[in-house]
């Protein structure tokens, strides 16, 4: 699959390096050196894919991802140099689709990015799918949009991947290990701690008060379900 990607790295030979990987694998690609011109870039070229380095000058990678994980769903794959299972939980955190931590190869980003773009088109909903609203919340499987309220809000593909199963049967319980399976994993080191990050940041999303949440529930020593909420 051949698609627009955007590389946010501040070492222009690392990243010459990485382009040539991705042009010769097909893709189309621009390359930015510092986090500001990322995101300008980002907002104005609307790429499919963007491969974000964490420590970037005048912006850093945490900074744009969060930026513009309010502003769209392109894929986001991070790349850091830190490996602790709490530095690289917190990019998924931030909105990032996957991430890779160096020193990593370029065949392996590349990979890593067929990967992301095959995943995100076969996930992508058929036309039959209808809208589902449980309480306050609403998802259309068809234009990956959800609703609060009528408002909208901005979910990563785990996100909306979590909410989509469990509105399919509202009060259900569902255990971390199954929820992860209906988000494909994030990559190949995902664990299902990486379902309490998204849940976290869906309650941050669609709960009033994220802290009592009424809709997202846990239900400790199993998993998770979704609520309607109080009548």
Do not use: W
Not at 11 to 21: F, G, S, T, W
Not at 181 to 197: A, F, K, L, Y
Request: glycine share 6%; with cysteine.
């Amino acid at each position: 699959m051949c698609a627009h990607v955007l590389i946010a790295d501040d070492d222009p030979r690392h990243a010459e390096v990485v382009r040539r990987y991705l042009a010769a694998d097909g893709h189309e690609v621009t390359v930015a050196h510092d986090g500001r011109t990322a995101l300008d870039q980002a907002r104005r070229l609307r790429p499919d894919l963007l491969v974000l380095d964490v420590m970037m000058p005048r912006l850093d990678g945490l900074h744009v991802c969060r930026t513009l994980r309010a502003e769209s769903d392109v894929l986001v794959l991070m790349l850091t140099a830190r490996t602790s299972e709490d530095d690289l939980l917190l990019g998924l955190e931030l909105g990032a689709d996957d991430y890779l931590a160096k020193p990593y190869s370029p065949r392996e980003l590349t990979a890593r990015v067929r990967t992301l773009l095959r995943r995100s088109t076969r996930s992508a909903p058929t036309p039959t799918s209808e809208t589902r609203t449980v309480g306050r919340v609403t998802l259309d499987p068809v234009r990956h949009r959800v609703t609060v309220d009528g408002a909208p809000i901005v979910c990563t593909r785990g996100e909306f991947a979590i909410l989509a199963a469990m509105s399919e049967q509202p009060d259900r319980v569902f255990s971390r290990a199954q929820l992860l399976h209906h988000t494909r994993g994030i990559d190949r080191s995902s664990t299902e701690r990486t379902i309490d990050v998204h849940v976290m940041n869906l309650r941050r999303k669609i709960e009033t008060d994220p802290q009592r949440p009424v809709q997202l529930l846990a239900v400790y020593g199993v998993g998770y379900r979704f609520s309607p909420g109080p009548a």
